[in-house]
């Protein structure tokens, strides 16, 4: 097992960070119990886009509400994946505006934290931008 493949089934490391590159962690994953979800949000400045991209990526149910406390609900659900952690890869995040972004943020480390307690792997990883956001690794390259 890989060192980044231990990083990201260790649930006590849950969290939200940033990555360089989305390669390494999907050659990681790759046969693994964890569900990788590609959220690409270019092109998505509004919440209604934003919502949508999230719940098709992590095929939410029929019930999803779209906002903001129904996507915290879905995020600490996911029961319909049945996956032993999951690994969000969030792209084109850029375009959403500062306020967006620290909620999206926030409802993901609540999230993580959430999954966490309950020793399940979640996280959420920004592969453009986000500078504030941790490291998640060290790239080899």
């Not at 490391?13 to 119990?33: C, F, H, N, P």
């Not at 959220?39 to 998505?44: D, R």
């Not at 967006?100 to 999954?115: K, M, P, Q, V, Y």
């Not at 307690?117 to 920004?126: G, I, L, Q, S, Y």
Request: net charge negative; hydrophobic share 45%.
């Amino acid at each position: 097992m890989s060192k980044l493949l231990q990083r990201l089934s260790d649930a006590s490391r849950s969290g939200v960070y940033r990555a360089s590159r989305a390669d390494e962690i999907l050659d990681a994953t790759q046969g693994s119990e964890l569900l990788v979800a590609r959220v690409s949000l270019a092109g998505a400045s509004a919440k209604d886009a934003l919502m949508a991209r999230v719940a098709a990526a992590l095929k939410f149910p029929q019930w999803f509400g779209g906002n903001w406390d129904a996507l915290e609900d879905c995020l600490t659900d996911l029961s319909w994946s049945g996956a032993g952690g999951h690994v969000l890869l969030i792209e084109g995040a850029g375009g959403m505006s500062g306020d967006e972004r620290g909620i999206f943020i926030d409802i993901l480390a609540s999230a993580a934290a959430w999954w966490a307690d309950r020793k399940h792997p979640f996280f959420a990883v920004f592969l453009d931008g986000a500078p504030t956001l941790p490291e998640l690794y060290k790239s080899r390259s």
